[in-house]
């Protein structure tokens, strides 16, 4: 999982009641697909994220969803992932090694969710931040300019989702035409909350509230 996942994660972990629980009020099940990038290293990547994110919370004003660990499901179809790293200092020979790593196959594996969504019914907005983190790695084929030629490896890819960091989605929130199904077309500007090190977060949603 890249090192901004991990912020977030933990991030999320801090920010999300521990006593909040599931009262049966549904889940939101729907899609995100996203292409996304980091800058150092340089990765960009695109995926098909699929979700379940259980309701905690009903009331005539608001829909809420909290859930920690374990609480939502998910699955991540990796369909493209590039890494490039360039060592900033040279060695003894004045090489600066660079790497260079490509998705070997597209590949679908399970996922933790994590983060909050909150559907605001009276002011008709909503607004959520998602961590999906991988249960499993996927195959990556690699290639330096030093030592090994040509190697493979397993990588795991973690992203952060929704219309902010865990704790400022809020700031952006999307336009609420219906509650029983949430669709959008929103790019989420990460550099600002990890210090320049992502790009932008393009993202399409569509997620429909189940009984």
Same mark, same amino acid.
């Given at each position: 999982?890249?090192n901004?996942?991990v912020?977030?994660?933990? /991030?999320?972990l #801090? !920010?999300?009641? &521990?006593h =909040?629980?599931?009262?049966?009020?549904?889940?939101y099940?729907?899609?995100?697909e996203v292409?996304?990038?980091?800058?150092?290293p340089?990765?960009?990547?695109?995926?098909?994220?699929k979700?379940n994110?259980?309701?905690?919370?009903?009331?005539?004003?608001?829909i809420? /969803?909290?859930f #920690? !660990?374990?609480? &939502?499901? =998910?699955t991540v179809?990796?369909?493209?992932?590039?890494?490039?790293?360039r060592?900033?200092s040279?060695d003894?020979?004045?090489?600066?090694?660079?790497?260079?790593?490509s998705?070997a196959?597209?590949?679908?594996?399970?996922?933790m969710a994590?983060?909050?969504?909150?559907v605001?019914?009276?002011k008709?907005k909503?607004?959520?931040?998602?961590?999906?983190?991988p249960l499993?790695?996927?195959?990556?084929?690699?290639?330096?300019t030093?030592?090994?030629?040509?190697?493979k490896?397993?990588?795991?890819?973690g992203?952060?989702?929704?219309?902010g960091?865990?704790g400022m989605?809020?700031e952006?929130?999307q336009?609420?035409?219906?509650?029983?199904?949430?669709?959008?077309?929103?790019t989420?500007d990460?550099?600002?909350?990890?210090g320049g090190a992502v790009?932008?977060v393009?993202?399409?949603?569509?997620?429909?509230?189940?009984?």
């Open positions: 999982m890249n901004y996942a912020v977030v994660t933990l /991030a999320v #801090l !920010a999300v009641p &521990a =909040a629980q599931k009262d049966k009020g549904g889940a099940v729907g899609t995100f292409s996304g990038s980091e800058r150092d340089v990765v960009t990547y695109k995926a098909t994220v979700v994110l259980p309701v905690t919370r009903r009331t005539p004003d608001a809420e /969803a909290d #920690l !660990a374990g609480d &939502a499901q =998910a179809k990796i369909t493209q992932y590039e890494y490039f790293s060592q900033k040279a003894s020979s004045g090489h600066f090694q660079e790497t260079k790593c998705l196959g597209a590949a679908e594996v399970p996922a994590m983060g909050v969504l909150n605001d019914l009276r008709k909503y607004d959520m931040s998602v961590v999906i983190t499993k790695e996927v195959a990556v084929n690699c290639t330096s030093r030592g090994t030629p040509k190697f490896k397993n990588q795991g890819i992203m952060a989702l929704g219309t960091a865990p989605q809020g952006t929130p336009p609420l035409l219906d509650p029983a199904r949430l669709a959008a077309k929103y989420m990460a550099s600002t909350q990890s790009g932008p393009v993202q399409e949603w569509d997620l429909k509230l189940s009984q």
